[in-house]
């Protein structure tokens, strides 16, 4: 199937195209003359290769802020997320130094369900459930950690909504605690600054194919002063300290370092122009009425989320097909039930599944953001013109009236992203 080039992709969250110049980076690493050796030979092949990795380890570290020693190469974030939370929770509890962890509700898949097999282990978990914006206080992280706390995992934006989490707050909240500090930040990377000394964070997870590098690849930054310790997840070679053994992949690890080498001054010459496009976007959406944004009104400026009241989610999701955009609650073929993220936030389950999440990257044009929106106000203004809901949100219903909440936070979705 060929990708529908005159329609506008809008789904950066779930994945990014590899920018040309990370591509180059790769190539580098491929053929008879590239740095192809294995970065664990001791002749110059391998030694090219592990200068090769040792640079890219650079190219992570000042993007966040970080020693480049602490890099754990893996594949992806969610391999990361893995490795941070089974890896930390269960060499901190064989030494007998407490078995609790805390998070949150909204955190992705990749952290959920690592905490759901510390729990059948036999270990504690406390899932913190946020405020209406998806936001956790430092505060609120503080006073579920308990002198068995050994993690907390907080990702720093949310893939579904955009919600920015205070880090350095909840970082310095835990400063005079033991307990190690997790950050996924696979959707902050270049979007937002990421300092991972100044705010106290242990380990950090991050993504290439989220920020325009190639899919399979991925990082673990681990602090090495206090040094942090984990139980590896995988058992073979050595390589990298046997924290994760493997043959490391030098095209991808050279993609990866390159993509967070361009991803470095993201937050001032990319992010504005997104935060740009992304309120024209919701202003546009907002003036059709029945429009809620979810999660913060001004959050990571390439996510946003919006419930479309009295419409169904499955017929807005069919009269939008083959738009870019990640829809419903329901949208994709791996994806069961309604949104574990805008059920945490208390979202009635017909609004999170009447939901869109729109995500603008490096090459998101204005032009994109329009042609979006108007099918985006085609499609409900038809569908509305059906909907009895409509007519009495018109005639004064509110929508808290049509829509009631739900008693209870649901499991964790598999939403793409
Ligand atoms: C916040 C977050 N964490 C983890 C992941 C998983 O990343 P990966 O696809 O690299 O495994 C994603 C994306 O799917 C994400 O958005």
């Given amino acids: ?87 930390c929770a269960r060499f901190a509890r064989e030494r007998g130094r407490g078995d609790h962890v805390v998070s949150v509700r909204t955190e992705h898949a990749a952290v959920l369900e690592p905490l759901e097999q510390l729990r059948r282990e036999g270990m504690h978990v406390t899932l913190l459930t946020p405020e209406a914006d998806g936001r956790v206080t430092p505060e609120a992280v503080r006073a579920a950690v308990t002198e068995d ?15 920015v989490q205070d880090i350095a707050g909840i970082g310095a909240a835990l400063a005079d605690h033991p307990a190690r500090f997790h950050v996924d930040a696979a959707q902050s990377a270049g979007r937002l600054p990421i300092r991972v000394d100044a705010w106290g964070v242990d380990l950090l997870s991050l993504s290439a194919h989220k920020i325009y590098g190639p899919k399979g690849v991925g990082a673990l930054w681990v602090r090495r002063r206090p040094r942090v310790r984990l139980a590896p997840l995988l058992h073979g070679g050595g390589q990298q300290g046997g924290r994760r053994p493997g043959t490391l992949a030098p095209h991808l690890i050279a993609g990866m370092g390159r993509a967070c080498e361009l991803a470095q001054d993201g937050p001032e010459t990319e992010a504005p122009g997104l935060r740009t496009l992304r309120r024209s976007l919701r202003d546009r959406l907002l003036a059709l009425d029945g429009v809620v944004v979810n999660g913060q009104d001004d959050g990571s400026p390439h996510i946003l989320n919006m419930s479309f009241g009295c419409v169904h989610g499955d017929a807005l999701q069919a009269e939008l097909e083959g738009l870019g955009v990640s829809a419903g609650s329901a949208c994709s073929s ?14 009635p389950d017909a609004l999170a599944h009447s939901s869109l999440r729109f995500s603008l990257g490096r090459w998101t044009t204005e032009a994109d953001v329009d042609r979006a929106a108007d099918r985006v106000e085609d499609a409900v203004r038809r569908l509305r013109a059906f909907s009895p809901a409509w007519r009495r949100y018109r005639s004064g219903t509110s929508l808290e009236a049509l829509y009631r909440r739900n008693p209870e936070p649901a499991q964790p979705s598999n939403r793409e992203g």
Avoid: K
Avoid at 21 to 48: I, Y
Avoid at 334 to 347: D, E
């Fill in 149 to 163: 706390t050994v993690l907390v995992s907080v990702m720093h934006v949310n893939n579904e909504i955009g919600t």
């Fill in 1 to 87: 199937m060929t990708t529908p080039a005159e329609l506008p992709y809008l789904d950066y969250a779930a994945t990014t195209p590899v920018d040309h110049r990370v591509m180059a980076a790769m190539t580098d690493c491929l053929g008879r003359e590239g740095v192809f050796g294995n970065p664990s030979s001791r002749h110059p092949w391998g030694r090219a290769a592990e200068a090769l990795v040792a640079d890219a380890a650079g190219q992570v570290g000042a993007l966040i802020g970080g020693d480049p020693a602490g890099v754990v190469w893996t594949s992806g974030a969610t391999e990361a997320d893995n490795l941070a939370i089974l890896g």
């Fill in 334 to 347: 791996s994806a069961r039930g309604p949104s574990h993220v805008l059920r945490a936030l208390g979202v």
